[in-house]
């Protein structure tokens, strides 16, 4: 009688599925994580962009108030605007002519805290209107320019603000205005981007 052949086991085959499964895990986080990341950037670039946007429209708009003022309140003795230009003739010197010339036509007169722009004061209250001569800076004529500066927080009328600084710089013959305008009013914001406009003019 033949002996029974005896059973073999198979040989045991290392395993390739797990291996497998943490590559493509692997594959799988990285590309995760990159698009992630580019996504966090292209959300990053966004803001700065519309941050970017809101800055300049209060740019423009304290240049707006700026000029709306200048053009609008004239010395008539002059013909030149409020803001100041010398050290002989100040903004109330100029509100006190125009004055009497409403006066004369039966308006009541105006203080110089009655003149604002976009809700916002120009010559007093909180703008901290000042005026300095510029050492050392004249015109195209030789002339002393006087620098006008003051702030503005304008009330969007939906709960927003916008700010900006305005600077004037003014001679009889030269008149130079830059308006920096901020995304945020707040001067400790990490997101305080500023932006400018300047509008310049001379007679020659």
């Given at each position: 009688m033949k002996a029974p052949t005896p059973f073999h086991f198979p040989k045991r085959t290392r395993g390739?599925?797990?291996?497998?499964?943490?590559?493509?895990?692997?594959?799988?986080l990285t590309i995760s994580t990159g698009i992630s990341y580019i996504l966090a950037k292209e959300i990053y670039f966004s803001r700065l962009s519309r941050l970017s946007q809101v800055a300049y429209y209060a740019a423009d708009n304290g240049m707006m108030c700026a000029l709306m003022v200048d053009d609008t309140y004239i010395d008539p003795d002059t013909?030149?605007?409020?803001?100041?230009?010398?050290?002989?003739i100040t903004a109330q010197d100029v509100l006190t002519k125009i004055n009497t010339n409403r006066a004369n036509n039966g308006l009541p007169?105006?203080?110089?805290?009655?003149?604002?722009?976009?809700?916002s004061d120009i010559f007093g209250g909180t703008s901290n209107y000042a005026v300095?001569?510029?050492?050392?800076?004249?015109?195209?004529?030789?002339?002393?320019?006087?620098?006008?500066?003051?702030?503005?927080?304008?009330d969007l009328g939906d709960g927003t603000t916008r700010c900006?600084?305005?600077?004037?710089?003014?001679?009889?013959?030269?008149?130079?205005i830059i308006s920096r305008g901020f995304a945020s009013c707040s001067t400790t914001s990490k997101y305080r981007i500023e932006r400018?406009?300047?509008?310049?003019?001379?007679?020659?």
């Amino acid at each position: 009688m033949k002996a029974p052949t005896p059973f073999h086991f198979p040989k045991r085959t290392r395993g390739f599925i797990l291996p497998l499964a943490l590559v493509m895990c692997i594959i799988i986080l990285t590309i995760s994580t990159g698009i992630s990341y580019i996504l966090a950037k292209e959300i990053y670039f966004s803001r700065l962009s519309r941050l970017s946007q809101v800055a300049y429209y209060a740019a423009d708009n304290g240049m707006m108030c700026a000029l709306m003022v200048d053009d609008t309140y004239i010395d008539p003795d002059t013909g030149l605007g409020i803001f100041q230009y010398t050290n002989t003739i100040t903004a109330q010197d100029v509100l006190t002519k125009i004055n009497t010339n409403r006066a004369n036509n039966g308006l009541p007169a105006l203080s110089l805290n009655n003149i604002k722009c976009a809700t916002s004061d120009i010559f007093g209250g909180t703008s901290n209107y000042a005026v300095s001569p510029l050492a050392g800076q004249v015109d195209g004529s030789g002339n002393q320019i006087y620098s006008t500066t003051f702030s503005m927080t304008m009330d969007l009328g939906d709960g927003t603000t916008r700010c900006a600084q305005i600077t004037i710089n003014k001679t009889a013959k030269y008149r130079q205005i830059i308006s920096r305008g901020f995304a945020s009013c707040s001067t400790t914001s990490k997101y305080r981007i500023e932006r400018a406009v300047i509008n310049t003019t001379e007679v020659q």
